[in-house]
């Protein structure tokens, strides 16, 4: 059962460009959203998260849209740079478990930024 | 200062033999995880260590995976009678006690296991 489903797999966006990456959950005891973006070889990396509590987080460039009632997520990448080429994992979290449950990922989006 | 550190980066061995994956945490961080990332695919969470509390073994793929954790420093992860569907990179990552438990979680850069 995939509780965590992740799209697209792939986007090519060309600079300045606005790419957007969506993540759907199923398990409504998830209370923590983060982001995740991972280079080549290296581990991933803690982006952006979210909390159900608000509807949008904006970090810098990186914005996250969370709706609720739907049980969706979104990412979203303002004036895209070929830097941002990565893979991008939405993730979530159960936190009143104390963090034992571990997060649980999407498949990734592999993001090409085109210069 | 330094992050998550584990060894070996890479590994090969044959199928029936045993491997050891090492994962050094952030000092302080009570917490650790480790994953295993199949290619093209998303970390799937294997086991949990809090503090010196026994872990729960139940999201580890079989019997012939194990893991320990001494005190609240290094963790190993240990594969018995590698399978090729073994093949992945394991991630390890640590967690402060600060804050909300097991959000902000930091990762390693994973050790790459191929069985031949």
């Known amino acids: 059962q995939q509780q965590v489903k992740q799209s697209p797999q792939s986007l090519i966006v060309q600079k300045g460009g606005i790419p957007i990456i969506n993540c759907a959950y199923e398990?409504?005891?998830?209370?923590?959203f983060p982001w995740y973006q991972q280079f080549p070889g290296k581990g991933p990396a803690l982006l952006i998260a979210i909390r159900p509590d608000v509807s949008e987080k904006k970090e810098g460039r990186f914005t996250i849209s969370f709706n609720k009632s739907a049980k969706q997520f979104s990412l979203h990448i303002m004036d895209s740079q070929p830097g941002d080429s990565a893979t991008y994992f939405c993730?979530?979290?159960?936190?009143?478990?104390?963090?034992?449950?571990?997060?649980?990922f999407g498949k990734g989006t592999h993001l090409i930024i085109q210069p | 200062g330094a992050g998550v550190s584990q060894s070996p980066s890479n590994k090969v061995t044959e199928k029936g033999k045993d491997v050891e994956l090492r994962c050094d945490p952030i000092s302080g961080h009570t917490a650790l995880y480790w994953y295993r990332q199949r290619l093209g695919q998303g970390l799937e969470f294997l086991i949990y260590?809090?503090?010196?509390?026994?872990?729960?073994k139940s999201g580890l793929p079989s019997d012939r995976f194990s893991a320990e954790r001494t005190g609240e420093s290094v963790s190993t992860l240990t594969i018995q009678r590698t399978q090729q569907e073994d093949s992945a990179v394991y991630l390890c990552a640590s967690s402060p006690t600060s804050g909300r438990a097991g959000e902000t979680q930091y990762f390693g850069p994973g050790t790459r296991l191929l069985v031949l």
């Open positions: 398990n409504t005891a998830f209370d923590y």
């Open positions: 260590f809090q503090g010196n509390s026994a872990p729960d």
């Open positions: 993730a979530a979290l159960r936190s009143s478990g104390g963090g034992a449950d571990g997060l649980t």
